[in-house]
């Protein structure tokens, strides 16, 4: 497994128009999570996955945002409507079930995927 | 609720400096810390990961402190080169009746002159 993969890495799209991005977790990884990040921001919490359950979801998250992850394996996020406010790298992490008492084992993220809406 | 603060926001070193860049939490009340480095336009790298119950993470030439209790966290590069120049951020986990985030700051854009 080579990590976290994210598809595409790069994408230009009109405003008015729908997108879809995909992650690819690291395989043993119960927890999936999706990022924004604007320039000169840190990343943003958008939504998190456990297994196959969205079990939170950021007030960034307009009814635009729809996450999803069938089978609690890769994840998709869809943005309907762009708008040019949805510019930024949208980042994708994944987290292994906690085990032993430590309550989380860290982050490994992805490349993102950069949007650029024109 | 959470704000994670670094400063310096950018920091420009001559090579072979040793050098810290700082992160502060408003709340002590976390799980871990979590630094990474992010190079122009790509993801994010961990680099150390620390836990609530320890003081500090050394991997190579960087060494991360933690406490808890004052809400800070050192990163502590030594012997700096240029290939060190990046973006690094740092990042608390907290957990709240089920509701797992990790809190980004802006972090600290560092230059190392060759």
């Known amino acids: 497994d080579t990590g976290v993969s994210q598809d595409p890495r790069h994408k230009i799209t009109k405003r008015g128009q729908n997108v879809t991005f995909r992650c690819d977790p690291i395989?043993?990884?119960?927890?999936l999570y999706w990022y924004r990040q604007t320039l000169g921001q840190g990343p943003e919490f958008l939504t998190y996955?456990?297994?196959?359950?969205?079990?939170?979801k950021s007030r960034l998250l307009s009814d635009r945002f729809s996450a999803e992850r069938p089978k609690g394996s890769f994840s998709t996020l869809e943005i309907q409507r762009t708008e040019q406010g949805d510019s930024a790298m949208y980042l994708c992490?994944?987290?292994?079930?906690?085990?032993?008492?430590?309550?989380?084992?860290?982050?490994?993220f992805g490349s993102g995927t950069r949007l650029t809406v024109v | 609720k959470q704000e994670v603060t670094q400063i310096p926001a950018a920091l420009s070193v001559p090579e072979g400096e040793n050098l810290v860049l700082n992160c502060s939490f408003t709340?002590?009340?976390?799980?871990?810390l979590q630094w990474f480095r992010q190079d122009p336009g790509k993801g994010l790298t961990s680099l150390l990961l620390?836990?609530?119950?320890?003081r500090e993470q050394t991997s190579g030439r960087l060494n991360a402190s933690l406490d808890k209790s004052s809400g800070r966290s050192t990163l502590y590069i030594a012997a700096s080169q240029p290939g060190d120049s990046a973006t690094y951020l740092c990042?608390?986990?907290?957990?709240?009746?089920?509701?797992?985030?990790?809190?980004f700051g802006t972090g600290t854009r560092l230059t190392i002159i060759p």
């Open positions: 996955f456990q297994n196959e359950a969205q079990l939170e």
């Open positions: 990042a608390v986990f907290i957990s709240n009746f089920g509701n797992e985030k990790l809190t």
């Open positions: 709340d002590s009340a976390i799980y871990n």
């Open positions: 620390i836990q609530s119950s320890q």
């Open positions: 992490a994944s987290s292994p079930r906690p085990t032993g008492g430590s309550f989380n084992y860290g982050y490994t």
């Open positions: 395989s043993e990884h119960n927890r």
